[in-house]
């Protein structure tokens, strides 16, 4: 990142951090993996606190908080990422490491998690014949908010699956073991696995975002995704569908409550739809009303 492309950064992040108390902001830094000191260590202001310990902070996490704390937003950065990468914008960026013999298994997987505003990332559909296909992987890997390991037997032997996995623990996100006749190893051992050897695609979908929108280095990604899922709902049946996957979110800030009260007024398709005995907009309403007192 840019000296100066850093410099706006960490005045942004020490701002929005300073608009919280001492035990709030440590824990965000501590789950970030950041710097971070005890409260009896006192600057003049939370700003200056925040800004000392973000100064010595990595540009990879400097990232992701910028996404967790601004709703997603991607930080400006023109010299190392294309903070977009080879994804469909406003979705959850899910890597899926597979061995080239589980490609037709995995492809039917991306598009079961389509369904609940996940992109994922396939190396044999995903990259473009013209690209530079080591680079388009870093590119993926450099900007996914998660991975899946599908761990066929094969899987070990791969040239590159490993490298995958180990590129993704590096950057500290969250990484799930889907065990399809093979269990974790290694540095993925400590991960809590999934165990989908008796699952298809849809169930392994359903199972995989239940731990997305849960976990907390997932969730505030998954939290962005659904708003922007929801708000492009086409039809009545995809709003009463996709308003389950917002009534499972967690991650829920202001700015996403505010952008979720607005899609009633924004999208005809949200306005209008019936549920059950009430209507869409009293549930978003409820929603609404419920997060904003925690």
């Known amino acids: 990142m840019k000296p100066g492309d850093r410099i706006e950064l960490l005045k942004k992040l020490a701002g929005k951090l ?23 260590w006192e600057p003049e202001s939370l700003y200056d606190y925040a800004l000392h310990h973000l100064e010595r902070g990595n540009d990879t996490a400097l990232r992701e908080l910028f996404e967790y704390l601004f709703s ?89 699956t490993d490298q995958e ?58 939290a962005s995704a659904i708003v922007s899922y929801f708000e492009d709902s086409p039809s009545y049946n995809e709003t009463r569908r996709r308003l389950g996957l917002v009534e499972r979110t967690k991650a829920w800030t202001p700015e996403l409550l505010q952008r979720l009260e607005g899609s009633i007024e924004r999208n005809g398709q949200i306005k209008d739809c019936v549920i059950g005995a009430g209507t869409v907009p009293d549930r978003i309403r409820a929603i609404v009303e419920q997060h904003s007192k925690q």
């Not at 108390?21 to 000191?37: M, Y």
Request: aromatic share 10%; glycine share 8%.
């Open 18 to 40: 300073a608009e919280r108390d001492w035990g709030e902001v440590n824990l965000v830094l501590r789950q970030f993996e950041l710097p971070w000191a005890d409260h009896s």
């Open 72 to 160: 997603g937003q991607a930080a400006a950065d023109s010299s190392e990422v294309d903070t977009e990468g080879p994804w469909t914008p406003n979705r959850f960026r899910l890597f899926l490491s597979h061995i080239s013999g589980d490609k037709r298994f995995v492809a039917e997987l991306k598009g079961a998690l389509a369904l609940f505003a996940i992109d994922g990332f396939v190396a044999h559909e995903d990259i473009e014949p013209t690209k530079e296909w080591v680079k388009e992987i870093e590119t993926a890997l450099e900007t996914c908010h998660a991975l899946a390991a599908i761990l066929s037997p094969p899987f070990h032997s791969s040239d590159w």
């Open 165 to 222: 996995v180990g590129y993704c623990i590096k950057r500290r996100v969250l990484l799930v073991p889907v065990m399809m006749g093979s269990v974790p190893y290694g540095f993925m051992g400590r991960y809590q696995g999934l165990d989908a050897r008796k699952m298809e695609p849809p169930e392994i979908a359903a199972h995989l975002f239940a731990i997305l929108v849960d976990h907390l280095l997932s969730s505030g990604h998954m």
